[in-house]
């Protein structure tokens, strides 16, 4: 069985360009989360899916990102424009529904703003 | 507020014997613990899990404690391989009234020396 998909692996920007990072789930999970890691730091939500609806966006800064997830299978996240603090790995994981407690990880994406 | 604590950013351990590794927590709503191991360059892969209601998990050489009145797990990896050295996260969750999101701790390298 396939696992959590994630691309590109690694992005280099300069500041302000904007960038997006494309999430596949694993077959069959309804859930998918985005997560950002920063250096040295365990991962934190940035936004949960439950379907192709947005249950939980509370920490999306939404001023400069957006995330969607059409049909609700992959999901796409958007940095528009992309500040040098949004340097990190983000990544994406899946569960097979709310409440179910395991969440698999995508191997992320790096991003570099210069 | 970090909720969610890995008071030890690394640990070195001889090949054969135990590696313990440490994690605390303050919100006692949660109810749902994890363990995830990251290599360099991948996503975090879950290793194994704990529910509030079990104060010990095991799968093979890997056994999760649970000390709820302490708020405290911890993680045995016995015994300890080489290619256990990666840098290991401990999660907690609460269906209760977070929706299942995952707070994570800062992690602890293991290296584990032959």
């Known amino acids: 069985e396939a696992g959590v998909v994630q691309s590109p692996r690694y992005k280099i920007i300069e500041k302000k360009q904007p960038v997006a990072f494309w999430c596949n789930p694993i077959?069959?999970?309804?859930?998918l989360y985005w997560y950002r890691q920063n250096l040295g730091q365990g991962p934190e939500l940035l936004i949960r899916y439950e379907n192709e609806e947005a249950v939980d966006d509370s920490q999306l800064p939404k001023d400069r990102f957006s995330a969607e997830r059409l049909k609700g299978v992959d999901s796409t996240l958007k940095i528009q424009p992309a500040e040098l603090g949004d340097s990190a790995v983000y990544l994406c994981?899946?569960?097979?529904?709310?409440?179910?407690?395991?969440?698999?990880f995508g191997p992320g994406t790096r991003l570099t703003v210069l | 507020d970090q909720q969610v604590k890995q008071n030890s950013p690394s640990l070195s351990v001889q090949e054969g014997r135990i590696s313990i590794l440490n994690c605390d927590y303050t919100n006692s709503m949660f109810d749902y613990f994890l363990w995830y191991k990251k290599y360099p360059a991948e996503g975090p892969t879950f290793l194994i899990s704990?529910?509030?209601?079990?104060d010990k998990n095991e799968d093979g050489r890997f056994t999760v404690f649970l000390n709820k009145s302490a708020k405290h797990l911890s993680l045995h990896i016995v015994p300890s391989q080489p290619g256990d050295s990666a840098v290991y996260f401990c999660a907690a969750s609460s269906n209760y009234n977070q929706g299942g999101k995952l707070i994570f701790g800062q992690g602890t390298e293991l290296s584990v020396k032959p």
């Open positions: 077959s069959g999970h309804n859930t």
């Open positions: 704990i529910s509030s209601i079990k």
């Open positions: 994981a899946s569960s097979l529904a709310s409440g179910g407690r395991t969440q698999y």
